[in-house]
């Protein structure tokens, strides 16, 4: 079995920072994809950011390069995703989720595995 828990979310500014965290327990991906999304009321999950099994090419949604980065520690397990300059269209529950294969997805249907979420508000 594996669990994913993310955590770090909260009420931020416009322009402010968060990172969020995944911690992974059980079946880890150490070697293999993980992925950040968010999903906002009506609209569907959005790929937000990937990693593959070596964290040799992260990918990212469209317009957020620039603002996000992700990473991993695999001494503890854990994928990040740092968010600056955040927008208040940023706002909504992001989820950590894996896979295990090498190569990141940017869609959802591709990762069985999926954290709980943790809510990213930002307001204006």
């Known amino acids: 079995q594996v669990q994913l828990t993310e955590s770090g979310g909260g009420l931020v500014q416009a322009g402010g920072s968060l990172r969020l965290s995944c911690a992974a327990s059980g079946r880890t991906f150490s070697n293999y994809a993980m992925a950040w999304f968010r999903q906002v009321p009506g609209k569907e999950r959005e790929f937000v950011a990937g990693?593959?099994?070596?964290?040799?090419?992260?990918i990212y949604g469209p317009s957020l390069e620039d603002r996000f980065s992700i990473s991993r520690d695999r001494t503890r397990n854990t994928l990040y995703l740092q968010m600056n300059n955040l927008k208040p269209w940023d706002t909504g529950v992001y989820y950590c989720a894996g896979r295990y294969t090498y190569a990141a997805d940017m869609q959802a249907v591709s990762y069985p595995y999926w954290g709980q979420g943790t809510q990213v508000t930002v307001s204006s």
């Open positions: 990693t593959d099994g070596n964290d040799a090419t992260p």
